[in-house]
């Protein structure tokens, strides 16, 4: 069983930034890829930065340039650190943990509101 807890969301106004975290526990030691998505009102989930263990990044088109992710072996977390954060940016983020054999684990989410 994997637990994954997400931190740090929160409301800013346009331009400015935030570091999201998502602390795993549990048996993460063979995951594939870690990643955040987020789910804004009315819209499908989407991939916002993922990893694969074996360090491939992968980022949404519209968040290149402004938002980071990174990982620290040594807390189990991931962070994704957004910078130049849009209006449109506001949803809830989830901390998703993927494994090969097809199974995933999903945060609770953590809702970032960017006000204009």
């Known amino acids: 069983q994997v637990q994954l807890v997400e931190s740090g969301g929160g409301l800013v106004q346009a331009g400015g930034s935030l570091r999201l975290s998502c602390a795993a526990s549990?048996?993460?030691?063979?995951?594939?890829?870690m990643g955040w998505y987020r789910q804004a009102p009315g819209k499908q989930r989407e991939l916002v930065a993922s990893f694969t263990r074996g360090g491939n990044i992968n980022l949404a088109d519209s968040v290149k340039g402004r938002f980071t992710i990174s990982g620290d072996n040594a807390k189990n977390t991931v962070y994704l650190q957004m910078n130049s954060l849009k209006p449109e940016d506001t949803a809830v983020y989830y901390c998703n943990i993927k494994y090969s054999y097809g199974v995933d684990y999903w945060g609770q989410g953590t809702q970032v509101t960017v006000s204009s």
């Open positions: 549990g048996s993460i030691f063979s995951f594939s890829a």
